[in-house]
């Protein structure tokens, strides 16, 4: 049972133009979800999170929105450039643990 | 500050062999873990730490085991390698302290053969 899913494996977009990647859940008891980036052998490198208690949270060109209602998650990349190319990873921390659940990864290319 | 660091970047194990698997961080996190990812999945948790001398399974601890003597130090035991354990393995680290936003801090990764 995975309790977090990233549907779309991959995604390409022009370099200047929003990216949008996609995260869903099923666990409420999640209160922490969090955004990796990972390039080819290297470790996943965290990049941006948002409590269960707010709607939006904002740092520089990347903006991560949580619909909890709808147990829906997006991140946004604006404007999107070529050193965005790279693997995001959706994580999920559980409340009252020292757990975090992972999707299995959007494969982001920008195009020049 | 080199965060968190791993050795070996690269194994090969025959079926059966034995290895450890060291991570060090350098941040003074209490909270440490091990995962493995393997093609087209997400990280899975293998074991964890909540403080030096305290260990937890996670999702997947069978073939694994760890020891955590130092706040430093969370080294993965792989006994009897078997074919199923070929993976990438990470290490991270993490605060939760107060303010934290709960992000863990990686290691480079050790890719892990098993043949």
């Known amino acids: 049972d995975q309790q977090v899913k990233q549907n779309s494996p991959s995604l390409s977009v022009q370099e200047g133009r929003i990216s949008i990647l996609n995260c869903d859940y099923t666990n409420s008891m999640f209160d922490y979800f969090l955004w990796y980036k990972k390039y080819p052998a290297e470790g996943p490198t965290f990049l941006i999170s948002?409590?269960?208690?707010?709607d939006k949270n904002e740092d520089g060109r990347f903006t991560v929105f949580l619909n909890k209602s709808a147990k829906h998650l997006s991140l946004h990349i604006v404007p999107s450039q070529p050193g965005d190319s790279a693997v995001y990873f959706c994580?999920?921390?559980?409340?009252?643990?020292?757990?975090?659940?992972f999707g299995t990864g959007t494969r982001l290319k920008v195009l020049a | 500050n080199a965060g968190v660091t791993q050795t070996p970047k690269f194994r090969i194990l025959k079926i059966g062999q034995s290895m450890t698997l060291q991570c060090t961080q350098d941040?003074?996190?209490?909270?440490m873990y091990w995962y493995r990812q393997d093609p087209g999945m997400g990280l899975k948790l293998i074991y964890y730490?909540?403080?030096?001398?305290?260990?937890d399974k996670g999702e997947v601890p069978n073939g694994y085991n760890v020891s955590r003597s130092t706040t430093e130090d969370f080294p993965l035991r792989l006994e009897l390698a078997a074919p199923s354990q070929t993976s990438v393995y990470f290490c991270a680290s993490s605060s939760h302290s107060g303010g934290s936003s709960y992000e863990q801090y990686f290691g480079p990764g050790t890719r892990l053969t098993v043949t």
């Open positions: 941040m003074n996190h209490n909270y």
């Open positions: 730490s909540v403080g030096a001398g305290i260990t």
């Open positions: 948002i409590s269960s208690i707010k």
């Open positions: 994580a999920a921390h559980t409340a009252g643990t020292y757990k975090y659940i």
